[in-house]
C-alpha cells in the first residue's frame, strides 16, 4: 500500500512541475488553451489570427503571431513597412561625432 501512495505522491509531483514549469497558456478574449511545448501554442496562435498572449513559466509574448511577410513595403495589415536597420546602427555615435 505504501508503494502505491509513493507512486501516486510521485505522479502528483510530476504532473505539478508540467503543469507550473513546462505548460504554455494561449490567452484570447478571456479564453485559454494549454499546451505542452511552446511551437504547439505558437501554431495555435497563428490560426487565431489574433492579438494573444502566451504565458509560461517566467515567461510571456504577446502579439499577432504569423505576421511575418513584408510585400512591396507593405505588411499583410496595409501598414507601411519603413524600418530600416542601416540607419540605426551607430546613430548614437554619428550623433556624438
Known amino acids: 500500500m ?9 505522479i502528483d509531483k510530476l504532473i ?3 503543469y507550473n514549469y513546462c505548460m504554455f ?14 511551437n504547439s501554442a505558437m501554431d495555435h496562435a ?6 494573444v498572449t502566451i504565458q509560461g513559466n ?14 512591396d ?8 513597412y519603413d524600418w530600416n536597420k542601416s540607419s540605426r546602427i551607430g546613430r548614437v555615435k554619428k550623433e556624438r561625432g
Open 2 to 10: 505504501k508503494n502505491i501512495q509513493s507512486q501516486k505522491k510521485s
Open 16 to 18: 505539478f512541475w508540467l
Open 25 to 38: 497558456k494561449v490567452i484570447y478574449n478571456e479564453e485559454y488553451k494549454e499546451f505542452a511545448d511552446l
Open 46 to 51: 497563428k490560426t487565431i489570427n489574433e492579438f
Open 58 to 71: 517566467n515567461f510571456e509574448v504577446v502579439g499577432r503571431f504569423g505576421v511575418d511577410s513584408v510585400c
Open 73 to 80: 513595403g507593405v505588411c499583410p495589415d496595409g501598414i507601411a
